[in-house]
């Protein structure tokens, strides 16, 4: 297991929808990763990718998904990222994406913690990370007590 110390702390946040996401996040480094825990509903795929544009635009870094449908939630973020550097040119860095399917919530968490930190640290500087639940606060408290767990 390696050195987590010098890697910037954790915010665990809650939305009671999947519509709050992008305004809960504080913006306070230009780059972020992400660990979205939320059973998402059937939802149309490009309905998902206008959920997740924001976050692309904004600056995500690394992604993961837990909860059911986490890979389409996972390809909702791939093809934004995709469509960002359709319209912009080459992106400064590749944003890692994954999910969590069929694990518990404890072991997303901890993948998060250990390996999903931002490759391309002459672009990423400085970071935020957050883990979010979304519409089940008992995730919050999980998520909250495997961060914490050594």
């Not at 809650?14 to 305004?23: G, P, Q, R, Y």
């Not at 825990?37 to 924001?54: G, K, N, S, T």
Request: proline share 5%; hydrophobic share 45%.
């Amino acid at each position: 297991m390696g050195d987590c110390s010098s890697l910037p702390p954790i915010d665990v946040l809650a939305v009671d929808s999947i519509d709050e996401l992008a305004d809960c996040l504080p913006h306070r480094h230009p780059y972020f990763t992400l660990l979205l825990a939320w059973d998402a509903p059937e939802i149309d795929q490009q309905e998902l990718i206008a959920l997740f544009r924001p976050l692309v635009d904004r600056g995500l870094a690394c992604f993961s998904a837990w909860g059911n449908r986490s890979e389409e939630v996972h390809d909702a973020v791939d093809l934004c990222f995709v469509e960002r550097e359709l319209e912009v040119g080459e992106a400064d860095y590749l944003l890692m994406t994954g999910w969590h399917a069929n694990e518990p919530l404890e072991e997303a968490v901890w993948a998060f913690k250990m390996l999903d930190i931002p490759s391309e640290l002459h672009v990423f500087a400085e970071f935020d990370r957050f883990a979010v639940a979304v519409e089940n606060r008992a995730w919050v408290d999980r998520m909250e007590r495997t961060f914490a767990a050594k």
